[in-house]
């Protein structure tokens, strides 16, 4: 192997968690060719990735000028860049780096700074391939490639102590609890999701499992959770958990269900069963379904009018009228094929 071929750089700083963390497979890819490779993401996605064991750094983009985020790119003399989410000023901050070869979206105005360009597929109307097989389209034009395409997250051992911190806390042993999180980063700016629906699913699944009900969510997410676990009679765990400490606590969880958000890829990352509700009729959860050794997808169900998205849906009916059954049903299935595989 070259020096030429030391290092590469991924760069996913747009989107959610989740795209971050699917992102991370591209590195996995990578490193069939180079040495090292690091990561540039947002700050608030930093913590996520420096837990993800495929990339050696983690470099936070603070959304400076183009030319001085190229200064601190250039002193890490990076062989390839690989910009899965792009911007104008990223794609000139790659390229003003003098990095040799630059992976990037085609049909951009700034697509001429990238040596190689490629199509996404999803923009030619493909709704059925998973998002990190369309990333990966990304490092084939190097000739990279990988057959293993679940995220991986491992939890620190300070993450450790703090997830057996928050149990200790709320009474709850490692395995006895089940996890629900029914929020998404859209819920609480609007300030009309509805809880009825997650209040029915929470009873039904203490009542299936009897075990303690968790009901995890940021701490923006507080009063939406607490008014659901309030109701339910389950334990809020609204803004007590850090990423990497919430990634430590779904592992011990006996399954997690909940919304399709970031904490849906994590808690699949980490092993636990996973059941993703893709409650819009917008969603497309082939695209971004769950990917673990142990995953299921509830779809749509509920007759959502036309151009209704979860950014600018006018009630939430598709939340209110969330199909209890339906999640009860994936969650059995799935759980009774997760017994029969556990040593």
């Not at 490639?145 to 993450?159: G, I, K, L, Q, S």
């Not at 029914?182 to 700016?189: C, D, E, K, S, V």
Request: proline share 6%.
């Amino acid at each position: 192997m070259s020096g030429a071929d030391e290092r590469a750089l991924l760069c996913c700083a747009g989107g959610g968690i989740g795209d971050s963390l699917l992102a991370s497979v591209v590195a996995r890819a990578l490193r069939g060719r180079f040495r090292r490779v690091d990561a540039l993401t947002l700050p608030h996605h930093r913590a996520a990735l420096t837990r993800v064991p495929d990339l050696d750094d983690v470099v936070a983009d603070e959304g400076e000028p183009p030319h001085v985020l190229a200064a601190r790119l250039r002193e890490r003399t990076y062989a390839a860049a690989v910009v899965t989410w792009a911007t104008a000023r990223v794609a000139r901050a790659i390229h003003a780096a003098e990095i040799p070869i630059r992976v990037g979206q085609a049909r951009r105005l700034y697509s001429w700074r990238f040596t190689h360009r490629v199509r996404v597929r999803s923009e030619d109307g493909d709704v059925t391939t998973h998002w990190t097989q369309i990333l990966l389209d990304y490092a084939r034009a190097l000739g990279c490639d990988t057959r293993d395409t679940t995220p991986r997250f491992e939890p620190t051992a300070a993450d450790e102590a703090a997830a057996r911190a928050v149990r200790e806390r709320h009474g709850l042993e490692a395995g006895g609890f089940v996890v629900v999180h029914p929020t998404n980063a859209i819920a609480p700016r609007r300030g009309i999701w509805p809880v009825e629906g997650w209040i029915a699913l929470v009873r039904a699944l203490a009542t299936d499992w009897g075990l303690p009900v968790v009901v995890s969510g940021t701490g923006e997410d507080a009063a939406i959770v607490g008014a659901i676990s309030g109701a339910a009679g389950a334990i809020s765990v609204a803004g007590e958990l850090e990423i990497g400490a919430f990634g430590a606590f779904v592992r011990d969880a006996r399954c997690f269900v909940g919304i399709t958000t970031g904490t849906m890829h994590v808690a699949a990352a980490v092993g636990t069963p996973t059941v993703g509700i893709f409650p819009f009729q917008s969603d497309v959860p082939d695209r971004w379904a769950p990917l673990g050794p142990r995953t299921a997808v509830v779809r749509a169900s509920y007759p959502c009018r036309p151009g209704d998205t979860k950014e600018r849906c006018r009630d939430y009916a598709c939340i209110a009228h969330l199909d209890v059954e339906r999640v009860r049903s994936a969650v059995r299935a799935l759980c009774a094929v997760a017994a029969e595989v556990r040593p």
